[in-house]
């Protein structure tokens, strides 16, 4: 079964299992909270192994992750609440 790992600054947090069809792989500066942590992907890289036998390979990535400080990411938080609207924009004629 195939798997993707998340790795944090030299060490391996974790590995989820996945289906050879369907891997979540998230995207560079992309933002994963994990264990309610807030964490930011800096690195994704790709490694092919062996499958059996044959030729055939299996591509496992590793996700690299940094921490976000705790007043960034309560101001990324804070961006993304929706304001509220005063009313239409001037008219100009």
């Not at 933002?31 to 062996?50: F, G, L, M, N, S």
């Not at 590793?62 to 609440?81: D, K, N």
Request: glycine share 4%; aromatic share 10%.
């Amino acid at each position: 079964m195939p798997y993707v790992e998340y790795a944090c600054e030299g060490r391996l947090l974790f590995r989820t299992e996945t289906t050879e069809d369907v891997q979540f792989v998230p995207r560079i500066h992309e933002v994963v909270v994990i264990d309610d942590v807030p964490y930011q992907v800096v690195d994704v890289e790709y490694w092919a192994r062996r499958l059996g036998s044959t030729d055939r390979r299996l591509v496992c990535p590793t996700v690299y992750v940094v921490p976000i400080a705790g007043v960034e990411w309560e101001q990324r938080l804070e961006r993304r609440v929706p304001r509220n609207k005063d009313g239409k924009p001037p008219t100009r004629y």
